[in-house]
């Protein structure tokens, strides 16, 4: 059984330019959340997909999209990035339902400049 | 607004002593809390939970114990160890996960 794996662990981007995030579901889940945790906060929902349709939505602009594909992984982008998208950015899989615990990647760390 | 709160930023507990973190949250109708361990430059780790039906959940080390009426979780180590130190994370799940904004715990020798 694999783990969750993101890629790639560091970028710097400039603002204004796009971004592209990857992560891998851990074997066998079927949803796949994206967070964001800037620095001394907890991590912040940003959009959860189930069977590669978006299922729920934090309090993002629309510039932060993502997808789900057959296999289960997944893609965040963010467009024209602004010096506040500097985070870590964390997926998480599980399995759907109520009452399940998810488990995370190592995160994405971006930082804008 | 905040819905689920930790208010301790930072707790310094001696090796081999209880640790006990804390953790409100808003919403009487929440019933499932999950607690996360995270180290610096990885994800954060899944350690325990509870659901509102128990009043407490042991594993190894580690409880929880959910106190409904106050709407308080807390979480305790023992005995703490400094593999420990970490920084600890509270959860509700409401499809999503909802985090505190954690608790940085250093287990000093």
């Known amino acids: 059984e694999t783990g969750v794996t993101q890629s790639p662990t560091h970028l710097i981007k400039t603002r204004g330019q796009q971004v592209t995030l990857r992560c891998s579901s851990q074997s066998g889940h079927n949803t796949v959340s994206w967070y964001q945790q800037a620095l001394g906060q907890g991590p912040q929902f940003i959009f959860q997909y189930y069977r590669e349709e978006e299922n729920g939505r934090g309090n993002f602009p629309p510039r932060f999209s993502g997808l789900q594909f057959p296999n289960y992984s997944s893609e965040l982008n963010v467009n024209a990035l602004e010096l506040d998208d500097s985070a870590l950015y964390l997926c998480?899989?599980?399995?759907?339902?109520?009452?399940?615990?998810?488990?995370f990647g190592q995160g994405t760390r971006l930082t804008v400049v | 607004d905040q819905q689920v709160k930790q208010n301790s930023p930072s707790l310094s507990v001696q090796e081999g002593r209880i640790s006990i973190l804390n953790c409100d949250y808003t919403?009487?109708?929440?019933?499932?809390f999950l607690w996360y361990k995270k180290y610096p430059a990885e994800g954060p780790t899944f350690l325990i939970s509870i659901s509102s039906i128990k009043d407490k959940n042991e594993d190894g080390r580690f409880t929880v114990f959910l106190n409904k009426s106050a709407k308080h979780l807390s979480l305790h180590i023992v005995p703490s160890q400094p593999g420990d130190s970490a920084v600890y994370f509270c959860a509700v799940v409401i499809g999503k996960l909802v985090f505190g904004q954690g608790t940085r715990l250093t287990i000093n020798p």
């Open positions: 919403n009487s109708m929440f019933d499932y």
């Open positions: 998480a899989s599980s399995f759907s339902g109520p009452y399940t615990e998810a488990f």
